[in-house]
């Protein structure tokens, strides 16, 4: 297995990271909640997400919008969706990365999300049995996610 780096270098006396690797979350999903959520007060992105996975706030689709639906309560956009299983995912990893913060000594109510960022992952390949013994191929995508808090 090879070595495991972040895109960014940090200070680690002010920050603290997390990542998640082949996660089975959809890596489209992934970059559009990451891109929403990033430079955000850690509180303010949990209550994002926390809000996305009960159905209550969609994100904004910017990138990956081809026939994506309309939604309400987007702010200067108006294609999105409820990415649930991603965004319970990353909300894993940002508490992982909170929990490391509050392990070196930050205080977590200064926190904010410095660098955030989903990467397509390695795919898992699979057969799906079709009809006169043929198969398809049916592969699974992961992503890998990095998450790093920033004391303010």
């Known amino acids: 297995m090879s070595d495991i780096e972040y895109s960014i270098d940090p200070d680690p006396k002010t920050t603290s990271k997390a990542m998640g690797r082949e ?7 992934s970059v559009e909640i990451c ?16 809000g996305v996975i009960n159905k209550e706030k969609p994100i904004a689709y910017k990138k990956h919008n081809k026939k994506k639906g309309h939604r309400k309560g987007i702010e200067k956009w108006d294609t999105g969706g409820y990415p649930e299983k991603a965004a319970s995912e990353i909300l894993k990893v940002i508490e992982n990365a909170e929990s490391n913060a509050e392990y070196k000594g930050l205080e ?21 049995p079709r009809a006169f013994g043929r198969a398809t191929p049916k592969n699974t995508k992961t992503t890998h996610v990095e998450v790093v808090l920033e004391e303010k």
């Open 23 to 29: 996660l089975h979350i959809s890596p489209k999903d």
């Open 35 to 50: 891109d929403s959520i990033r430079g955000k007060d850690l509180s303010k992105a949990k209550e994002i997400l926390k």
């Open 108 to 128: 977590i109510n200064k926190l904010r999300i410095k660098h955030i960022a989903a990467k397509r992952g390695t795919e898992i390949e699979g057969m799906m």
